[in-house]
């Protein structure tokens, strides 16, 4: 005997279609992956500014805030890469 399987009501729409599952594009991250680039570029004449003038405690924090800060890029890449396949 056969029988036709609904889906949880979560999923379907009140005419029974199934709901397609949209990811929306979020427009200002290109924005934020400029932002982020500018401000490393920044971060890298700040490291050599620090280099050159022998300040360690500048250079440690450089260097740490442009690590965290290319986490960031790197996040945004990878958001721009899986808005793009689907």
């Known amino acids: 005997?056969?029988?036709?399987?609904?889906?949880?009501?979560?999923?379907?729409?009140?005419?029974?279609?199934?709901?397609?599952?949209?990811k929306k594009h979020n427009s200002i991250v290109p924005y934020l992956r400029g932002a982020v680039k500018s401000a490393c570029v920044t971060l890298g004449v700040y490291i050599a500014a620090a280099v050159a003038a022998l300040n360690l405690p500048a250079l440690l924090v450089g260097v740490l805030v442009?690590?965290?800060?290319?986490?960031?890029?790197f996040a945004l890449d990878?958001?721009?890469?899986?808005?793009?396949?689907?």
């Open 66 to 73: 442009l690590n965290a800060l290319l986490g960031v890029w």
């Open 1 to 22: 005997m056969t029988q036709n399987k609904m889906t949880a009501p979560v999923l379907a729409h009140r005419n029974g279609q199934k709901r397609a599952i949209v």
């Open 78 to 86: 990878e958001e721009v890469a899986s808005c793009a396949e689907s």
